[in-house]
């Protein structure tokens, strides 16, 4: 059973920072499809950032030169670095791996960016 457990959310001034963590319950070193999605009140949920094959990632038009997506395989761990935060950034953050065809989903982390 694939865990993921989200942390780092919380609230933040606009223009603030936060860095969201997503341990996972196995090895990731070989696992390329890892992202964060965020779902806001009353929206889809919709990728922000995510690795993909051959070490590319992608992001969200919206979030482009403010979020930095990485990864520790030491620490099956991947980050979201937020900068510049927007109000519009408010949102539940979710992690997703995807491993044999399969897809997992974190519980989410809470960002709330007043203004």
């Known amino acids: 059973q694939v865990q993921l457990v989200e942390s780092g959310g919380g609230l933040v001034q606009t223009g603030g920072s936060l860095r969201l963590s997503c341990a996972a319950s196995?090895?990731?070193?070989?696992?390329?499809?890892m992202g964060w999605y965020r779902q806001a009140p009353g929206k889809q949920r919709e990728l922000v950032a995510a690795?993909?094959?051959?070490?590319?990632?992608k992001y969200l038009d919206a979030v482009k030169g403010r979020f930095t997506i990485s990864r520790d395989n030491a620490k099956n761990t991947v980050y979201l670095q937020m900068n510049s935060l927007k109000p519009e950034d408010t949102a539940v953050y979710y992690c997703n791996l995807k491993r044999y065809g399969l897809f997992y989903w974190g519980k989410g982390t809470l960002v709330t960016v007043s203004s």
């Open positions: 196995l090895s990731i070193f070989n696992i390329n499809d």
């Open positions: 690795f993909g094959s051959g070490g590319i990632t």
